[in-house]
């Protein structure tokens, strides 16, 4: 990276800005590791504000689970560094060795499930890996006309090759699961709830267009309306939620369930929903 030069390397170091892959802090003294992967903090001069604040549901020496709001990054990309849940939360928190275990959209709220000691992270990262862990979502869009729901919609993702921002579906043996049901609807918007089996990037928006039924407030499917840089005004934040997490705590054995108290708008989705003429 030659644009970086050794002495801003070893003042990221000092501060504590370049990590391994266990978030702990590398130093210029620290071993060499042939294949070792390590992650810095980018200096972004100007970053967005991202309104609406995360609260912490649950928290204990193994695990934190936080509820985020609309169009907060859970990790720093792009122009977000200091406005991401992970960075807001080590500070909050006090908690350096932080990891989220799984990730969600920016646009997306709700619950983000974070490791808080390096030693526990494989077992928790197992449970994703193996589709171990229930993940319930929700989400406003139009009704579902004579669709037959509940459905389950298994299909193959891929990166748009016209826009490296987006997924798509393609031909091929499925790599995505989604189970799409009908909650209630009024006024010419259906709840859905939405069960992910797999972990595409996307995946609950894809599957969603894909039927006729793109969630309120995308700003990508069916088309883009920003690109991959853009931040959108907030007005009109994605009507989709992470409602819920549950699985077998690997560690203790016990039951874990934890719930987002985030809410839908109604009214956001409908303004959304209205044809354009």
């Known amino acids: 990276m030659p644009a970086v030069g050794r002495s801003l390397w070893q003042a990221r170091m000092a501060g504590g800005l ?20 390590l992650y810095y903090y ?7 504000t991202i309104p609406g604040l ?5 928290q204990d020496e ?12 859970v990790t720093p990309s792009g122009p977000y560094l200091q406005q991401t849940l992970l960075v807001r939360l080590r500070r909050r928190l006090g908690l350096e060795t932080l990891t989220p275990i799984h990730r969600i959209d920016r646009e997306t709220a709700g619950l983000v499930l974070f490791v808080v000691r390096p030693a526990d992270r494989d077992a928790y990262h197992a449970l994703f890996r193996q589709h171990a ?23 193959r993702l891929q990166t748009d090759p016209s826009a490296f921002f987006r997924m798509c579906e393609v031909e091929g043996t499925p790599n995505s699961q989604t189970r799409i049901s009908l ?3 009024r006024d010419g918007v259906a709840c859905y709830h939405l069960q992910p089996k797999t972990g595409q990037r996307h995946q609950l928006r894809v599957h969603m267009n894909a039927l006729g039924l793109p969630i309120a407030g995308d700003q990508l499917y069916p088309r883009a309306l920003l690109g991959p840089g853009e931040a959108d005004d907030g007005r009109t934040p994605l009507q989709l939620i992470a409602r819920r997490l549950a699985f077998t705590d690997p560690v203790t ?14 009214s956001v ?9």
């Open 18 to 37: 370049v990590l391994d892959a266990d978030g702990l802090a590398v130093s210029p003294a620290s071993l060499f590791r042939p294949g070792q992967r």
């Open 62 to 73: 193994r695990l934190v689970v936080a509820d985020k709001p609309h169009g907060l990054p």
């Open 133 to 155: 862990v229930t993940k319930s979502y929700e989400a406003l869009a139009a009704v579902p006309g004579r669709l037959d729901l509940p459905l389950v919609r298994r299909s």
């Open 253 to 266: 054995g016990r039951p874990r369930c934890f719930e987002s108290t985030r809410t839908l708008d109604w």
């Open 54 to 58: 995360e609260t912490v549901v649950f």
């Open 183 to 185: 909650q209630v609807q």
């Open 269 to 277: 989705a409908r303004a959304c929903l209205q044809p354009t003429s």
């Open 42 to 48: 980018r200096s972004v001069p100007v970053e967005p």
